[in-house]
């Protein structure tokens, strides 16, 4: 009886933990930059999904750091680096800063907010997703996250210098 319950209790830490960490994304997979989503999410074939996603504000982020009103910002806060190399900035307005050791190379901060930012990192889904293959997918980490506004919430709230209000339906219009 004793053991039945201390293997109980272990089970369910375990789940516990799982389901915790797994809450948004994969804390195994690596960021591989959006080169890698272009090659088949590009032009027509690709439904243009990343022809879209450059023309939107996502696309800029990394670049909006190198403006005045960012160093400002940056002053003001008493930042010792440039907005483009502090931490600070960084995990908002660039893919995987959150997490330090699942970047790879080829993940570029310059892409600024890339796709991986929504689905989660993509190291291990990159092949096997979509279509007939949903379950693989979601298996290997893709985060589809359809009208989960947790996802936009890593980063649109008053944690951000420029916070001005987060609204799913309204802003997911935009991106
Ligand atoms: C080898 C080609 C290939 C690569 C690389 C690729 N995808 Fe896909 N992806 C597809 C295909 C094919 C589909 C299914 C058709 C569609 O929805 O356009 C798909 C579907 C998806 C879907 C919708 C899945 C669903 O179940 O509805 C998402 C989200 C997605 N891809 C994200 C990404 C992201 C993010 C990356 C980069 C980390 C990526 N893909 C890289 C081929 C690829
Ligand atoms: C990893 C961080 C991150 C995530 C996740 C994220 N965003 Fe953003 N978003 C930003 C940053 C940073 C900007 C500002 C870009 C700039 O102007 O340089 C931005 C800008 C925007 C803008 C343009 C705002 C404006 O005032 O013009 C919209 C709309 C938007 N995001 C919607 C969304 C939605 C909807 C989601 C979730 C599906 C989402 N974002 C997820 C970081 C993020
Ligand atoms: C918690 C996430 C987060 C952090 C941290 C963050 N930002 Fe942002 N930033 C955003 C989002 C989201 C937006 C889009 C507008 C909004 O809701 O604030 C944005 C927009 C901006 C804008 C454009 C505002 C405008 O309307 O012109 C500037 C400039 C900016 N951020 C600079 C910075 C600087 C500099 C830092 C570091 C000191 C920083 N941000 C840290 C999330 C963040
Ligand atoms: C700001 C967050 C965000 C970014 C950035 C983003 N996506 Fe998505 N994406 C979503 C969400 C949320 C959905 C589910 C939308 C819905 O409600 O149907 C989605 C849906 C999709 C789908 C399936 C629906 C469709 O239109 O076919 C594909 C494929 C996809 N994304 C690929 C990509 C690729 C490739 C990139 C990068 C070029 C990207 N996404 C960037 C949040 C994002």
């Known amino acids: 009886m004793k053991q039945f319950k201390s293997l109980t209790l272990i089970l369910f830490s375990f789940f516990f933990i799982c389901s915790f960490s797994a809450e948004l994304f994969s804390q195994e997979n690596k960021f591989i ?43 003001k806060k008493g930042l010792k680096k440039p907005p483009t190399e502090s931490e600070e ?58 009208g989960d506004e947790k996802i936009c919430k890593i980063c649109h709230n008053p944690e951000s210098p420029t916070f001005a209000g987060f609204n799913y339906k309204k802003d997911w219009e935009k991106v």
């Open 89 to 146: 900035c960084l995990k908002c307005h660039a893919t995987g800063y959150f997490e330090k050791d699942q970047r790879l190379a080829s993940n570029k901060k310059e892409d600024g907010i890339t796709c991986e930012a929504c689905h989660g990192p993509g190291s291990s889904y990159k092949t096997g997703h979509g279509k007939d293959k949903k379950d693989e997918g979601i298996k290997k980490g893709l985060v589809l996250g359809k």
């Open 33 to 75: 930059g959006v080169k890698v989503c272009s090659a088949c999410h590009k032009g027509e074939k690709g439904k243009m999904i990343y022809d879209k996603w450059l023309k939107t504000k996502h696309a800029e982020a990394y670049k909006t750091l190198e403006n005045e009103k960012s160093k400002e910002i940056a002053k």
